[in-house]
Nanobody, 115 residues
Framework: QVQLVESGGGLVQPGGSLRLSCAAS????????LAWYRQAPGKEREFVAS???????NYADSVKGRFTISRDNAKKTQYLQMNSLKAEDTAVYYC?????????WGQGTQVTVSS
């Protein structure tokens, strides 16, 4: 069975940085498309960033220039480096992995940006 284990969330001050990790097992990681989504209180889950198996990245306008998605196929882990964090980045962050005909979500990790 596919498992995605997220880590790296926490409390950070505005302007600070965090790096989220999502370790996968039970799936052919190297050919999978990877993504991060987030859901703030009272809001719908929204797309944050994605990376293809070729390494092509895409970002939501709200995080472009501040966040970086990356992947380490040897470690079967994806990352979201978050810099210059703002209060509006506060949300539960979810990793997602997808292959043809299949997708799965991580358990979510809380990111709180506050003074």
């Amino acid at each position: 069975q596919v498992q995605l284990v997220e880590s790296g969330g926490g409390l950070v001050q505005p302007g600070g940085s965090l790096r989220l990790s999502c370790a996968a097992s039970g799936i052919m990681f190297s050919i999978a498309a990877l993504a991060w989504y987030r859901q703030a209180p009272g809001k719908e889950r929204e797309f944050v960033a994605s990376i293809t198996r070729e390494g092509i990245t895409n970002y939501a306008d709200s995080v472009k220039g501040r966040f970086t998605i990356s992947r380490d196929n040897a470690k079967k882990t994806q990352y979201l480096q978050m810099n210059s964090l703002k209060a509006e980045d506060t949300a539960v962050y979810y990793c997602r992995i997808a292959t043809t005909g299949f997708y799965d979500w991580g358990q979510g990790t809380q990111v709180t940006v506050s003074s």
